[in-house]
């Protein structure tokens, strides 16, 4: 499979354990427009074995179902955030990408949702 052939991630959800990355990731790919992957985080950016395999193997074990060019893909992963070889990664697989960096207030207040 050709990596030109499988459509590259369009918004990557990160950010800190316990936020509601999740969550978010589940209501967001609860649109008809929106595929998400059904694996709790999407590890090719962080895992080398995984990268190494290339984007056309990851989109085959996260996004297969996601076959129609006008979808948007949104992945989550929350080790992405505090690694810079993954960030790289990222960026370098789609310059375009949005980020949706989602923090938690350790104190009790709320979630707080940041588009980069």
Not at 63 to 80: E, H, L, Q
């Amino acid at each position: 499979m050709n990596s030109r052939s499988v459509k590259p991630i369009d918004v990557m959800i990160i950010g800190a354990e316990k936020s509601g990355t999740t969550s978010l990731v589940r209501y967001v790919g609860s649109h008809p427009r929106i595929c998400t992957h059904d694996k709790r985080e999407m590890n090719y950016f962080v895992n080398d074995e995984e990268f190494e395999e290339g984007y056309p193997a990851a989109h085959a074990r996260y996004f297969s179902p996601c076959t129609d060019t006008g979808i948007r893909i949104i992945a989550k992963s929350v080790a992405v955030s505090g690694n810079p070889t993954a960030v790289q990664r990222l960026h370098a697989h789609n310059p375009g990408v949005h980020v949706v960096l989602v923090l938690r207030n350790s104190i009790g207040g709320p979630i707080r949702l940041l588009a980069l």
